[in-house]
């Protein structure tokens, strides 16, 4: 027998062997065995939370979540926004008068960003919402 098919032969042997019954695994192998235990599943990070009621400049906003959705209600107008992490970029609208936002939520629990007309995000000036 050459060596490529001797090769071929004993691995196909082991093969056979690993699914018998009985065999003897090899040494360092088998339960316990850090080459052999499949690696942790790294945990995703905590989604941000945008729940409950703050103070702004406009009055009390009610921010509610559902995934990644977030609507904010507060006298006049509203917020419909999409959290990635963090932040929120939301659509505003206040009466006949809409825009865009884009917010982030701080270490301290305020919601700070900054709002704009129509498609601009930025035009009006800051927007900030401090936890009630």
Same mark, same amino acid.
């Given at each position: 027998m050459t060596?490529?098919?001797l090769a071929t032969g004993l691995l196909s042997l082991f093969s056979l062997c690993s699914l018998a019954i009985g065999c003897k695994e090899p040494a360092g192998a088998g339960p316990g065995?850090?080459?052999s235990t499949p690696a942790p599943i790294a945990s995703a990070p905590a989604e941000t939370v945008f729940r409950g009621t703050y103070r702004a400049p406009w009055g009390d906003t009610v921010f509610t =979540? *559902?995934?990644k959705v977030v609507v904010a209600r507060y006298p006049d107008g509203s917020l419909d926004c999409m959290a990635t992490n963090a932040t929120l970029d939301c659509?505003?609208?206040e009466g006949s008068?809409?825009?865009k936002a884009r917010l982030t939520? =701080? *270490?301290s629990g305020s919601i700070e960003g900054t709002w704009g007309n129509a498609?601009?995000?930025h035009d009006g000036g800051?927007?900030?919402f401090v936890p009630k």
């Open positions: 060596r490529p098919l065995v850090a080459a =979540q *559902a995934g659509s505003w609208k008068g809409y825009g939520k =701080q *270490a498609a601009d995000d800051k927007w900030i």
